[in-house]
């Protein structure tokens, strides 16, 4: 499972056998989440710190994260994305 992003404990995955419309994994300590296109929690939970930190990457990297999803599913590696700072 790629690890695509990192910022403050919080880990962003995206897995290559995932289903379904573009989404990533943010994992805060025993926590996990999914969040579809960087806003909706579709599985899972965060804290509210961490789930509003993780909002507001997946909507600053819109982008990046449809290109990672692309890639996840022709099974190429993926790029890393800068985190927020």
Do not use: N, T
């Amino acid at each position: 499972m790629p690890r695509i992003a990192e910022f403050y404990g919080i880990a962003i995955y995206m897995y290559y056998r995932d289903h379904g419309a573009p989404h990533f994994h943010a994992v805060y300590g025993e926590y996990e989440a999914v969040l579809i296109r960087g806003l909706r929690v579709i599985e899972g939970r965060l804290p509210q710190r961490a789930l509003a930190l993780a909002r507001a990457w997946g909507k600053l990297h819109v982008e990046d994260l449809e290109r990672d999803w692309e890639l996840a599913r022709e099974h190429r590696p993926l790029r890393r994305i800068a985190p927020l700072v």
